[in-house]
């Protein structure tokens, strides 16, 4: 599976909604994560990936936690 | 075993705190869970221990004089020396030893390690624990980030002979960074000057530490104790933040309600939180008699913390 659809899958059981509402460019801020919630995800992809992400501030969209998996 | 707590008398809503901080009550709120905390204004550390050694005394039926020993978890008490626990000793009339234990917010778990020690040695001891902070101390209320977190306030326990401790664990990872609140070295001519440093945190770093390790060490602790999550009738977490309690309750197979909370009024009081819900839990009726409780604790140190309990107060 790739990187989005993974992280989509989490995000959308994490918080119960449709996967499809979920976008590469789809920010956090606009699924109603803030920034804990945030945290949790990480947790989770670290978890599905098998990596540990560095928490910066710029984890703002779907896309950006994709782009660090991919570069993990 | 007897069980008592102290609180300072003001009140610190979250409005309050906005009044000076960049911050709201909404912020707070969903972060955090805290509405309102208790700071230390006229009161000593050392008279909100001994209030609640009182209680704690009282209700197991025991005079200060058969104490043998008193233990203090705590990171912030009125002196460096004499130990809070001497003070505490003093103000009561006990006789016994008497030292303070520091493993930050875990320091009351280390301090219940410690008895467990001291009644393997002697299995008639009868030891006072008493978990204290006055945190309004160590924060820098300039910082909104940590400033709104905590509150002051302590919480005693007496324990006496009995099989009541089922289980027992604590650990320390040596990592000063994520937390932490540094002495000035004082006067000496001969140190490099160094101020004071207010209390620092990594909230990202403590938070993504906090609740695999309070999973690992609940799931643990009961392992321990011969039990399966079903027996666990409530959990009593470090008050450190009601989004790590959450998080923690989903992880473990246990329901949400038996995860018993006062950060809501009390807001972090570091070592101090257990034993101040534990007290506040008793006095509501929500502790029957031979109740099973797991606790678990983490803070700067890195250290944790976790054991269970049967519940028997005389
Ligand atoms: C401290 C904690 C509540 C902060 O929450 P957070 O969601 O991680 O907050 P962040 O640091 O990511 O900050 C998010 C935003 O809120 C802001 N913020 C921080 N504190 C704030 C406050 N009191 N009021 C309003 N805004 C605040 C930040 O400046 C940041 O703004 P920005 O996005 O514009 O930069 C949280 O990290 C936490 O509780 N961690 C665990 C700490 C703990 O348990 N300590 C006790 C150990 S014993």
């Known amino acids: 599976m790739a990187s989005f659809e993974k992280v989509a899958q989490i995000i959308a059981e994490h918080r119960d909604i449709p996967q499809d509402n979920i976008k590469p460019e789809t920010s956090f801020q606009e699924l109603g994560l803030d920034s804990l919630d945030t945290v949790e995800l990480v947790m989770s992809v670290e978890e599905a990936f098998g990596i540990t992400i560095e928490m910066t501030g710029d984890l703002k969209t779907v896309q950006d936690v994709v782009n660090v998996i991919d570069a993990a | 075993m007897g069980v008592g707590s102290a609180l300072p008398e003001h009140v610190v809503t979250n409005d309050m705190l906005s009044g000076f901080l960049d911050t709201s009550d909404e912020w707070i709120t969903t972060r955090t869970g805290i509405k309102e905390r208790r700071v230390v204004t006229t009161e000593t550390l050392a008279e909100l221990s001994a209030t609640a050694a009182k209680r704690a005394l009282a209700m197991a039926g025991i005079e200060a004089a058969q104490l043998s020993y008193i233990l203090c978890a705590t990171t912030s008490a009125d002196y460096a020396i004499p130990s809070l626990a001497c003070q505490v000793q003093q103000m009561l009339g006990a006789s016994c030893p008497a030292m303070d234990v520091n493993a930050a917010c ?93 209390l620092r945190m990594d909230g990202h770093a403590v938070y993504r530490f906090a609740v695999p390790t309070i999973v690992r060490d609940v799931s643990a602790a009961i392992a321990r104790a011969g039990m399966t999550e079903d027996d666990i009738d409530a959990v009593l977490l470090h008050q450190a933040n009601l989004r790590i309690v959450d998080a923690a309750a989903q992880r473990l197979n246990i329901p949400r309600d038996k995860f018993k909370t006062n950060i809501q009024s009390r807001g972090n009081t570091s070592a101090a939180s257990i034993p101040i819900l534990m007290d506040e839990l008793q006095r509501e009726g929500h502790l029957p008699q031979g109740s099973v409780l797991a606790l678990a604790a983490f803070g700067g140190g890195l250290t944790t913390g976790a054991c269970v309990l049967a519940w028997g107060v005389s």
């Open chain 2, 106 to 198: 875990t320091g009351f778990l280390y301090a219940l390690d410690m008895a467990d020690a001291l009644f393997a040695r002697d299995p008639n001891a009868r030891v006072l624990v008493i978990g204290a902070e006055a945190m309004s101390r160590l924060v820098e209320w300039n910082d909104r980030s940590t400033a709104v977190l905590f509150g002051d306030g302590a919480g005693a326990l007496v324990l006496g002979p009995g099989s009541d401790l089922k289980s027992m664990l604590v650990t320390a990872a040596g990592d000063p960074d994520p937390l932490y609140a540094r002495h000035a070295n004082g006067n000496s001519p001969y140190a490099v000057k160094r101020e004071r440093a207010p």
